[in-house]
T-cell receptor, first 113, second 115 residues
Framework: QQQVKQSPQSLIVQKGGISIINCAYE??????FPWYQQFPGKGPALLIA?????SEKKEGRFTISFNKSAKQFSLHIMDSQPGDSATYFC????????????FGQGTILTVHP | DAGVTQSPTHLIKTRGQQVTLRCSPK?????VSWYQQALGQGPQFIFQ???????QRGNFPDRFSGHQFPNYSSELNVNALLLGDSALYLC??????????????FGSGTRLTVV
């Protein structure tokens, strides 16, 4: 009930391409869905977050698409750059998990020059 | 403006020993959460402290305990260390219990190795 499933585990994209990472959740009480970026030796850093009242949110090259009925959300990175190479985590919180983030397993993104 | 500060950065302990990890939250934040991140996995929630009380707890045994001080800093204690406790321990701070509006700020973590 508390799981967040993330795919793919790893992703290789050419510079300038679009990177797409998908997540699915089970707990319908979740109402906050952030994406985090983590570089080696660092803690996760918040990239962008969305709530279920909107279907899409865009910040610069990063876009979250949200499908409430399918209980899925995804991160799109437009014009991917080598500096975007990192591990990306989706997460969710809400309901009895109020204030607690449940993370996906992570996606290792590699952007080739 | 200093972000979340964790100490030490690396630590090696022997099975059965006890360890204390420390966290200073970002300026203006009053809530601290601790996460365990095993290699190649997403962070797992351990517990959250607010107003010096444990407010939420994840699925971790009682060997994991914590404390929050009046200045909002926090400690994570792990007793009777097991090899499986080897992980990156992350501290996240926020303003208020949810941190949803402003997000959680994570520290760089403490890498604990149990041998």
């Amino acid at each position: 009930q508390q799981q967040v499933k993330q795919s793919p585990q790893s992703l290789i994209v050419q510079k300038g391409g679009i990177s797409i990472i998908n997540c699915a959740y089970e707990n319908t009480a979740f109402d906050y869905f952030p994406w985090y970026q983590q570089f080696p030796g660092k803690g996760p850093a918040l990239l962008i977050a969305i709530r279920p009242d909107v279907s899409e949110k865009k910040e610069g090259r990063f876009t979250i698409s949200f499908n409430k009925s399918a209980k899925q959300f995804s991160l799109h990175i437009m014009d991917s750059q080598p500096g975007d190479s990192a591990t990306y985590f989706c997460a969710a919180s809400g309901g009895t998990s109020y204030g607690k983030l449940t993370f996906g397993q992570g996606t290792i993104l590699t952007v080739h020059p | 403006d200093a972000g979340v500060t964790q100490s030490p950065t690396h630590l090696i302990k022997t099975r059965g020993q006890q360890v204390t990890l420390r966290c200073s939250p970002k300026s203006g934040h009053d809530t601290v959460s601790w996460y365990q991140q095993a290699l190649g996995q997403g962070p797992q929630f351990i517990f959250q402290y607010y107003e010096e009380e444990e407010r939420q707890r994840g699925n971790f045994p009682d060997r994991f305990s914590g404390h929050q001080f009046p200045n909002y800093s926090s400690e994570l204690n792990v007793n009777a260390l097991l090899l499986g406790d080897s992980a990156l321990y992350l501290c996240a701070s926020s303003h208020g219990l949810t941190g949803d509006d402003y997000g959680y700020t994570f520290g760089s973590g403490t890498r604990l190795t149990v041998v």
